[in-house]
Every structure is written in C-alpha cells, then in structure tokens.
C-alpha cells in the first residue's frame, strides 16, 4: 500500500499564551499542513520547567472547533492519564467535533514529573507498557459501544520505538507508527515492525510510517522516503512559533507532484 507524502507540525503547548498556541494553528493550516499535532505533557519539556504550559485534549477540543481542512491529534497522548474507556469516548467526542479529523497519537508515557505531580503511579517501564497493551483493544472496543459512534474509523497512532513490545503493538493495533532518529536507525525499526506484522498476519503496508524531522528536507528527505517514511513532523516550540523549516517542508511535498 502507498502512502501520500503527508507534513506535520507538533506545537509544543510550552512557554506561550494560547492566543499565540491559536494564531501558530492557524497559520499552520494556512500554510499547507496536513496534520497538526500538540502533546501530552502537564509542564514542559524544555526550558523553564515552571514555564507557561496548556493540557492537551482541552485544546485538541478547541482545535477541532478553530479549524476546517488540517487533521489534529496528540503526539502522542500518554496512556496512564486517562482510563482507555474515557480517552476513547474524549477522542469519539472530538472526532465529532472536528467533522472527522481527529487522529487517536498514543503511548506509553515516560516524563516522570507528570506522574509524580499529578498523582499517577510511574511503575516501571515496562508496566507503563502492559497497560498500553491491555488498553489498546479497550479503546476500540468502547468505540464500538458509543452513540454515536465515530464518524470514522479513527486512525490510531503508536509512537516509540522498543523493539520487543511497542512495535509489536503498533503491528497488532495501529494505523500510524511515529519514531525518531537518524535513517539509519528509523530503516532497521521499520524492518522490525514488518516482521512483527508477519508475526500477526498484518500487512506492513497498511501502516504509514511516520517521522520526526529538524533538518531541512533537501538533507534528509530522499533516504527517509527510500526508507518507508511518507509522514514527516517538525517540532515547533512557542512562544513564537516559527514555521519557516515546516514551509519548506510544504514546499518540498508540493514539489513531488
């Protein structure tokens, strides 16, 4: 199965007011995105860690409501904040809102501080992990059961790369896989992901291959796409929002025809 080169921006939702988060969204769809992600975090991430800082699906609401063309989604929501039947009837509910355009990103949490300080159990990684695994067919079960139901069949993105246990899941559950890192390490996690969805009797095909980039595309897109990638996210971080490296990547997908 071939997939479309696709552009994403992650607007990091740190260390900005929202009327700046809200007019860097809307320049973003202006420009030609195609998928407009935040992410899932209670602070951030990088700089002042007591710095200005908005939750996710809050805005993810907000969003489906202030745009009309770009899909939204979280890059990625984390798991242990919400339990799977509600994420499911939260992401059911925006996809409504959005007229369709919501993508289910989901993992299996890691930043520490938001466990601690918001009162859920960090465990360990590999619990974090069990409780992905058991979620995952818990969310689409309850979409199942909703009324309405999803206007479509939300596309499910799995973010992460460990090899034993987050590919495999991403082979049994996902639509999306999103990882990071160099073309190098991005082609052989890709060739893992293709045994394990021979694993399960999945075609590899029918997942689209998604990366993080900061490199302008004329350094790294002809080997991400020689790889399998097709969808590729720049990191933006407020307050100001510059979309300059995102635009060139537009122009790039527009120059590919």
Same mark, same amino acid.
């Given at each position: 199965?071939?997939?479309?080169?696709?552009?994403?921006?992650?607007?990091?939702?740190?260390?900005? @007011?929202? $009327?700046?988060?809200? %007019?860097?969204? &809307?320049?973003?769809?202006? =420009?030609?995105?195609? /998928?407009?992600?935040? *992410?899932?975090?209670?602070?951030?991430?990088?700089?002042?860690?007591?710095?200005?800082?908005?939750?996710?699906?809050?805005?993810?609401?907000?969003?489906?409501?202030?745009?009309?063309?770009?899909?939204?989604?979280?890059?990625?929501?984390?798991?242990?904040?919400?339990?799977?039947?509600?994420?499911?009837?939260?992401?059911?509910?925006?996809?409504?809102?959005?007229?369709?355009?919501?993508?289910?990103?989901?993992?299996?949490?890691?930043?520490?501080?938001?466990?601690?300080?918001?009162?859920? @159990?960090? $465990?360990?990684?590999? %619990?974090?992990? &069990?409780?992905?695994?058991? =979620?995952?067919?818990? /969310?689409?079960?309850? *979409?199942?059961?909703?009324?309405?139901?999803?206007?479509?069949?939300?596309?499910?993105?799995?973010?992460?790369?460990?090899?034993?246990?987050?590919?495999?899941?991403?082979?049994?559950?996902?639509?999306?896989?999103?990882?990071?890192?160099?073309?190098?390490?991005?082609?052989?996690?890709?060739?893992?992901?293709?045994?394990?969805?021979?694993?399960?009797?999945?075609?590899?095909?029918?997942?689209?291959?998604?990366?993080?980039?900061?490199?302008?595309?004329?350094?790294?897109?002809?080997?991400?796409?020689? $790889?399998?990638?097709?969808?590729?996210?720049?990191?933006?971080?407020?307050?100001?929002?510059?979309?300059?490296?995102?635009?060139?990547?537009?122009?790039?997908?527009?120059?590919?025809?």
């Amino acid at each position: 199965m071939s997939h479309p080169i696709r552009i994403g921006v992650q607007l990091q939702p740190q260390h900005a @007011d929202y $009327a700046q988060i809200r %007019a860097a969204v &809307a320049e973003a769809e202006n =420009a030609g995105v195609d /998928i407009v992600f935040n *992410w899932d975090h209670f602070f951030p991430l990088r700089g002042e860690p007591d710095g200005k800082h908005f939750e996710c699906w809050t805005m993810l609401g907000a969003w489906a409501e202030a745009t009309s063309r770009v899909e939204i989604g979280a890059l990625v929501s984390c798991n242990s904040y919400r339990n799977p039947e509600l994420l499911a009837d939260m992401a059911r509910t925006v996809d409504h809102i959005s007229g369709g355009r919501l993508i289910l990103g989901i993992g299996a949490g890691w930043f520490q501080r938001d466990y601690d300080e918001y009162g859920y @159990d960090f $465990a360990t990684a590999g %619990a974090r992990l &069990a409780d992905l695994a058991q =979620a995952l067919p818990r /969310i689409r079960d309850r *979409w199942s059961k909703l009324n309405p139901a999803p206007t479509r069949d939300i596309p499910v993105l799995i973010g992460g790369g460990g090899e034993r246990k987050t590919l495999r899941y991403t082979a049994e559950h996902a639509t999306i896989w999103h990882s990071f890192g160099d073309v190098g390490t991005f082609t052989r996690k890709s060739e893992i992901l293709d045994r394990h969805c021979a694993d399960v009797g999945r075609d590899p095909g029918e997942i689209e291959r998604s990366i993080g980039v900061s490199a302008p595309p004329q350094d790294v897109a002809e080997g991400l796409v020689a $790889a399998g990638a097709s969808l590729f996210t720049v990191g933006v971080g407020g307050p100001d929002y510059d979309l300059g490296l995102v635009k060139e990547w537009i122009a790039w997908r527009d120059a590919q025809g």
